[in-house]
């Protein structure tokens, strides 16, 4: 089917205010806030400019954006900026791309706990991978991680995991040398899944004993500590999924990683196709398939759709992106020097970072030409048409 133009804004300004007034006193302040961000951005009700060309005079009228993070919009500048930031951080060695994911048991309950749970994920799955690197009998050495929380599949179904990407290899315990993994092989995935599962339920049970996770609706029950540890027991014999993809091709292809996963939102706005009476149609995979029977359509009940949308809304001040080992922020720039001058390599030159930032306005789409700002308006107000400005605009020029 072709690509509509049909965004999520769409089905919240549709649907939102009937959804609110059906699920009230149910939803957070925060999944509030997003549903009116989502619905404002870029539109009157945030103000704008008016921009025109240098060259031709040309002008357009530019909405501002919400800069919610959970906005479809207004992600990809804010992947731009970070990723510029990032850049001077990689190594020139090969990079792993790690993933923890949660099992079903232990996913409803993260559902209803969100933000310590979820933080929980983040502490069991890096101090796994720390701990397994630095032994001996396997690499021997202080790793550095960039980790990424997703909460959901490919339907917005919940599925809370997190996405590492680690250099192939680290500095010594003793700080003398670089070691570096074998070239396809970082660490051995069963054995970080033990100690994964080890970690985390032993965790869990603390905070259930310290009195931080609730239960209520379908898991009520497990509000009794018998009953919970009675739904933690098949979960301590399967395997947890811990999975390792092969090092990617260059500092190149990391970034286009990090590009695609670290500002991801549950679903974009291409991956919509039809919002009518019967609800709202999107494309999804289905990984029990292959080939190009994995690509799927499905539609929800509008409802439905806002629902699952809502539930990978984050716990307000909660971080999805960060940093352990070698790259934790404390120490970043000092553990990266040391590690280019074991790797004996120049560090990036000072100047790497622009002077000034990057223009995203696009060009003129009449010359191509340098569009500036020549009006601003505030909030819930129109720029006056023409502008009252010595730039003309060519196609209403007499």
Known sequence: MLRTSLEVADIFRAAGPAYRAAHAGHLSLTQLK????????????LGGHVEGCE????????????????????QGAA???????????LLPVGYFHVVFTLPAEIASIAFQNKAVVYDLLFKAASETMLTIAADPRHLGARIGIT???????????????????VPGGGIALDGTRWISTRPAFLLPVRVLGK??????????????DAGKLAFFRSLASLTGRRAFLRHL????????????????????????????????????????????????????????????????????????????????VLPRGFHRIRHYGLLASSSRKANLARARDLLEVAAPPDDAVLEEPVDLRPPCPCCGGHMIIIETFERWRQPRAPPNIPIRNPETAP
């Open 34 to 45: 997003v549903m009116t961000a989502i619905e404002n951005c870029r539109t009157s009700a």
């Open 147 to 165: 980790a990424v929380l997703h909460t959901w599949g490919s339907a917005l179904t919940h599925h809370p995991h997190v996405h590492m990407v």
């Open 195 to 208: 100690l994964f599962r080890r970690l985390f339920l032993t965790r869990l049970i603390q905070l259930y």
């Open 55 to 74: 060259d031709c005079g040309h002008w357009r009228v530019a909405y501002n954006s919400c800069r919610n993070r959970h906005c479809p919009k207004c």
């Open 233 to 312: 027991a098949p979960v301590r014999k399967t395997r947890w999924v811990v999975y390792a993809k092969a090092p990617f091709a260059g500092p190149e292809a990391v970034l286009a990683y990090l590009s695609r996963y670290t500002h991801r939102i549950a679903i974009s706005n291409r991956r919509l196709i039809a919002f009518d009476k019967t609800g709202v149609t999107l494309r999804y995979k289905d990984y029990r398939r292959d080939g190009p029977e994995r690509q799927c359509a499905m539609t929800l009940a509008t409802g439905e759709f806002i629902r699952r949308f809502l539930a990978h």
């Open 79 to 89: 992947a731009r900026t970070w990723l510029a930031e990032r850049e001077a951080d």
